[in-house]
């Protein structure tokens, strides 16, 4: 990515339950952000906490070490060990 310019962006259509909807609206409204902005946000926090989960189950089950778990999280072995630490 360039620095200073804005990331590309794709436009994504998505079929939501009303009530899913509902409160993103109210959250959006809350935090002062549109819909989109808070549908990235949101999709970005699950997506890394998506990440993290498969990370320390590969780690807990032996698949991986820390250093290739935190190396795949882009983190240091110690930032992963910590996030493991307080995650049990």
Not at 24 to 48: N, P, T, Y
Not at 54 to 76: N, S, Y
């Amino acid at each position: 990515m360039t620095a200073g310019l804005p990331p590309k962006r794709v436009r994504v259509e998505l079929d939501l339950p009303v009530a899913l909807v509902q409160d993103l609206d109210e959250l959006c409204s809350r935090e002062g952000l549109s819909r989109s902005e808070m549908a990235m946000r949101l999709m970005a926090m699950s997506l890394e906490e998506l990440r993290i989960e498969a990370a320390l189950d590969g780690f807990r089950a032996g698949r991986i070490t820390a250093v290739a778990a935190a190396k795949a999280l882009r983190m240091t072995t110690w930032e992963f060990m910590e996030v493991a630490h307080r995650r049990g």
